[in-house]
């Protein structure tokens, strides 16, 4: 099975921040490749699907891209609201593996 | 707007089977263009992807559970529903069902979740 793994694990940015996350697949996973936003208590909340595909209504300042094994999502202005946990997730091609996250503080 | 509500024991014997049940609104578990599927998280961990069926009946399970899951639809209720037997203190987690669908040609992810339930093992 195909592994994805997220980089950092944790990291503390100030506001205005750009902010990047990194998410490597250990085989070629083409664009199958979706970014969720998940804050405390909460389920997890789509941002970004096919790499760099914008869900409905998610802010702009929220952008992926990537291709193949290496993926990338960027916040280009950290705001107090994206304070959360994000997750890269592969699908397209059962099973349907999540990155372990990388939760984003404020500094 | 569709809707999703998982529903269901929120505790569970060791070696006993769980049992939870979604309950659809605003789409149809038989529309061909929708993937029903349940992930869950263990408390203070990470996100599980357990399975999926898909509307002519087809599932596809985690390999690592894939042999104490089973998930089904009740297309009279518009619900489908998780079965994993034999559980264990580790199988306590929020599960949550979730709907991933075609636009077309194209596959999407997980749009729509429930808000999940917390299901704890213990005697």
């Known amino acids: 099975d195909i592994q994805m793994t997220q980089s950092p694990s944790s990291l503390s940015a100030s506001i205005g921040d750009r902010v990047t996350i990194t998410c490597r697949a250990s085989?070629?996973?083409?664009?199958?490749l979706a970014w969720y936003q998940q804050k405390p208590g909460k389920a997890p909340k789509l941002l970004i699907y096919?790499?760099?595909t914008l869900q409905s209504g998610v802010p702009s300042r929220f952008s992926g891209s990537g291709s193949g094994t290496d993926f990338t999502l960027t916040i280009s202005s950290l705001q107090p609201e994206d304070v959360a946990t994000y997750y890269c997730?592969?699908?397209?091609?059962?099973?349907?593996?999540f990155g372990q996250g990388t939760k984003v503080e404020i500094k | 707007q569709v809707q999703l509500q998982e529903s269901g024991p929120g505790l569970v014997k060791p070696s006993e089977t769980l049992s939870l049940t979604c309950t659809v609104s605003?789409?149809?578990?038989?529309?061909?263009?929708?993937?029903w599927s349940w992930i869950r998280q263990p408390p203070g961990k990470g996100l599980e992807w357990i399975g999926y069926?898909?509307?002519?009946?087809?599932?596809n399970y985690n390999p690592p559970l894939k042999s104490r899951v089973t998930i089904s639809e009740d297309t009279s209720k518009n619900q489908f529903s998780l079965r994993l037997t034999s559980v264990t203190a580790a199988d306590t987690a929020v599960y949550y069902c979730?709907?991933?669908?075609?636009?077309?040609?194209?596959?999407?992810?997980?749009?729509?979740w429930g808000q999940g339930t917390l299901v704890t093992v213990s005697s």
């Open positions: 979730a709907r991933g669908s075609y636009s077309g040609p194209d596959l999407r992810p997980l749009d729509y």
């Open positions: 997730q592969k699908y397209y091609g059962a099973p349907w593996t």
């Open positions: 605003g789409a149809s578990v038989i529309s061909g263009s929708n993937y």
């Open positions: 069926i898909y509307y002519s009946g087809s599932t």
């Open positions: 096919t790499a760099s």
């Open positions: 085989q070629g996973i083409s664009n199958n």
